[in-house]
């Protein structure tokens, strides 16, 4: 089955700009969470989205936002660029982020962004 | 979610056991000990889990002391592709909004 695809791969972009990454759960899976991943702090958990509603939500700024549509894609988006934004940003993708979901969280590979 | 602490990095010869250990001695009776691990440029990959048992599936092994404060995963015959960083989570599962709270992890190199 196709895993958890995410676009793009790899983005630059100037401080001060905005961008959108999307993420493609697994067909049928209906949560989706997105995580930074940085050299200094490690995976961070941004926030999580089930039919279009985000239940949890990390210790980030407003900056940083997301959505999910109703057929589970999910953009996150991030307004005025800091260079401390540049990050591998992964997002994964569950049937329910509940307890059923006892097996885990499939993650895709990711979007590369760099901010100059 | 229990705080968990593993060593920085371990090596290992290919074909041998990789046993990497983890330590969760606050962990609480309902909160479960999941494994990950994240292979250079991609992202984290879902190994097991248990709550009190051990466990084995197909990729590995994992053993839950009795008193569950620490543990270990078992690579049973390590090749180079599992060279990776190996997260250990201790993890309440909720109903819903759960979310993985990842640390620095192992640095697993398996060398030939």
């Known amino acids: 089955k196709a895993g958890v695809t995410q676009t793009p791969r790899y983005l630059i972009k100037t401080r001060g700009q905005q961008v959108t990454l999307s993420c493609s759960p697994i067909?049928?899976?209906?949560?989706v969470s997105w995580y930074q991943q940085t050299p200094g702090q490690g995976l961070q958990f941004l926030f999580e989205?089930?039919?279009?509603?985000?239940?949890n939500k990390g210790n980030f700024p407003g900056r940083f936002s997301g959505r999910q549509f109703s057929n589970s894609r999910s953009e996150m988006n991030v307004s005025t660029l800091e260079l401390g934004d540049s990050a591998l940003y992964l997002c994964?993708?569950?049937?329910?982020?509940?307890?059923?979901?006892?097996?885990?969280?499939?993650f895709g590979s990711g979007t590369r962004l760099t901010v100059v | 979610d229990a705080k968990t602490t593993q060593p920085t990095s371990m090596d290992c010869a290919e074909g041998r056991a990789a046993n990497l250990p983890c330590n969760h001695s606050?962990?609480?009776?309902?909160?479960?000990v999941y494994w990950y691990r994240q292979i250079h440029s991609q992202g984290p990959q879902y190994i097991i889990h248990?709550?009190?048992n051990n466990e084995t599936n197909e990729m590995a092994s994992l053993i839950i002391t009795e008193d569950r404060k620490s543990s270990t995963l078992i690579l049973p015959h390590a090749t180079l592709r599992d060279t990776a960083v190996y997260y250990c989570?201790?993890?309440?599962?909720?109903?819903?909004?759960?979310?993985?709270?990842f640390g620095a992890g192992t640095i697993l190199r398996v060398k030939s």
């Open positions: 994964a993708s569950s049937i329910t982020g509940g307890i059923r979901d006892i097996y885990g969280y499939t």
């Open positions: 067909s049928g899976h209906r949560s």
């Open positions: 989205y089930f039919s279009e509603t985000q239940r």
């Open positions: 606050t962990i609480s009776g309902n909160e479960y």
């Open positions: 248990g709550l009190k």
């Open positions: 989570i201790a993890i309440l599962i909720m109903e819903y909004g759960n979310k993985l709270v």
